[in-house]
């Protein structure tokens, strides 16, 4: 049975400017929410949250959206769907990525579960504990963040610019010993400049690992050099985009960083942890900034992952959607109003 | 190298009067903390928390120590003291884990590791949520306990007893949408009587399993009757002691919870856990009321379990060591003071 696809672009607004280490501040975000509709009323609701780092943009997922013949896509063939979906373009991730929560949003409601027990998964609720990430910022506004994330008890720091001391001093300032996880975004230009930052952030004793501490364009070599030196663990984010990089990356860290967007959704995401789990690594589920249709769709991998870092829809204050949530830092869905699917359904 | 045995008798005072399906309420508990001293002075710690149930008391366990020959124990070969601890009783499990329990702290210590990396399994901090167990009492004392339990995302329910529907309104009163567990103590005696309050529990929509509800001596057909209609996963406690009892568990339960005092330490725990996890079966650790010498040993073990129930030390007001902690029910070594081992020591 065949869909109808709509979708809609939507402006995040951010509760505080964000930036990371390749980007400066920005007050909003913007995705892509996709509705299909089966003819018997079935709604599979997904989000492409565009990366420019991928060159996508909510155009570019526009114009992908425009290719699609929704007809080639049914709630009862998530695969076939998917199949057809990659021979209209290779990359495009994150549009694939929100039709990919849309079919299987559609399948799991159809099947009358959750995705998670589509999935075989299931979802232990309140015993995943999620990060709160801050990004970069002048120390005082890091104080004042730090502060406002006194509930989270693990937080997640931005670090890869010229002020990385100062702003690690300033959160150290208002949470002493608060467990912290380190994305470097790729910050970092050299072998030794990465080890030396680890080496400085290990002595802080309450660091659990470091994230992409070096472009996605070193080679296997620097990487091998890096992880048999690095006194914390380190987790390839830019350079770990599905299962099939699961070799390489093996070689060069101790842990992943699975996103959906780069994915292309939950089935993508699926194989990416478990092809890291199944070679030893660390697992971690992360996001971009985006709203509970998203973030719901990663709780649906909770129980593949060591770690999560799923706040995206914290971030911002204008969510249209309810679906899990993460009081305290525990992920739950006791609060999501949508018993199936991804579990996520309009605030309003 | 030998090792020099002392140990000590402890009265814990409980913070409220404690009861369960099988006991009237008491304001004490009573252990034995065990050291093994080698030559080299490294100090291992153990507990045992002996079990009424299956016959033990502050007594054999006393017994048990006494018959030991301190020369038959060595921190380089855990595996070979027990097997000789194994010839002096078959029973005396509480008592063995204290020695369990002292062994690997020592044998961790000589290897500087906590006793979870020598496991190889690592611990995630602040990772893992416990429950906090609310003991049988009056609806209006339930009411308080659940009052001061408010940090805590998860509570344990123990029933078994004819109050229970007025135990369980008394607590969603005050916390009516809060998580729990229920820990029936075989108090229910047939497999209809079971079914019958398993079903009332499922419709509280807020419970996510239900231990031991019929007594061990149960027949596996009368488990498996269950197993097959009960709404809710059924767990074995008194049940399930150790990993060679698993075929006819993973027939008759959902999942098991392990405990230390049962599994004669941290070497049988780690089987347990392994043994069910391999069965296909949900697996949680709990506890006895006991010190942070006890809690802190079924630490170790956190990463191989999926839900855990480690708040046996802050139910008492005398706790004399310091390890591992409950802040808003994560678990953490975040405060211990000793690097190594099972990372506990004298509070001091």
């Known amino acids: 049975m065949p869909v109808k696809l709509n979708f809609k672009h939507l402006d995040l607004q951010l509760a505080h400017p964000w930036a990371i280490a390749r980007t400066s501040g920005t007050n909003t975000a913007k995705v892509v929410v996709v509705e299909l509709i089966a003819a018997d009323g079935t709604v599979g609701l997904g989000e492409a949250a565009p990366v420019a780092r991928y060159k996508e943009s909510p155009k570019t997922v526009e114009a992908f959206l425009k290719k699609v013949d929704a007809r080639g896509l049914t709630f009862s063939d998530v695969e076939g769907s998917m199949a057809y979906l990659e021979t209209i373009s290779k990359h495009d991730m994150s549009a694939k990525c929100a039709l990919n929560l849309a079919l299987l949003d559609g399948a799991a409601k159809k099947a009358k579960k959750p995705a998670y027990d589509l999935l075989g998964l299931g979802f232990r609720e309140k ?9 970069i910022d002048k120390p005082e506004v ?7 994330a006194e509930p989270y008890p693990v937080l997640k ?11 690690l001093a300033a959160l150290r300032e208002v949470a002493p010993n608060k467990l912290i996880r380190v994305d470097a975004n790729e910050g970092w230009k050299t072998k030794e400049q990465a080890l030396e930052m680890i080496e400085w952030l290990a002595q802080d004793g309450h660091v659990q690992y470091i994230e992409q501490p070096l472009p996605a364009s070193a080679s296997a070599k620097d990487w091998v ?22 070799e390489e990356v093996a070689e060069c860290f101790h842990g992943v960083n699975v996103k959906l967007v780069k994915t292309g959704g939950v089935s993508g995401g699926f194989a990416a942890l478990q092809a890291a789990r199944k070679a030893g690594l660390k697992t971690m589920i992360g996001c971009m900034i985006e709203t509970s249709v998203l973030i719901s769709a990663a709780a649906q991998l909770a129980e593949l992952c060591d770690y999560m870092d799923v706040d995206g829809h914290v971030l911002i204050t204008n ?8 009081k305290n830092g525990l992920v739950s869905f006791a609060e999501a109003r949508e018993p199936f699917g991804l579990r996520v359904c309009l605030r309003s």
């Open 225 to 246: 050099w890096l992880k048999q030196r690095s006194p914390l663990p380190i987790f390839a984010d830019e350079s770990y985009h599905s299962a099939e990089d699961i």
């Open 142 to 148: 890091i104080r004042s963040k730090v502060q406002e």
């Open 319 to 326: 969510d249209p959607y309810v679906g899990v949530t993460v």
């Open 127 to 135: 015993q995943h504990v999620t990060s709160f990430t801050i990004g």
């Open 157 to 167: 720091m931005k670090v890869g610019v010229p002020d990385d001391k100062a702003n």
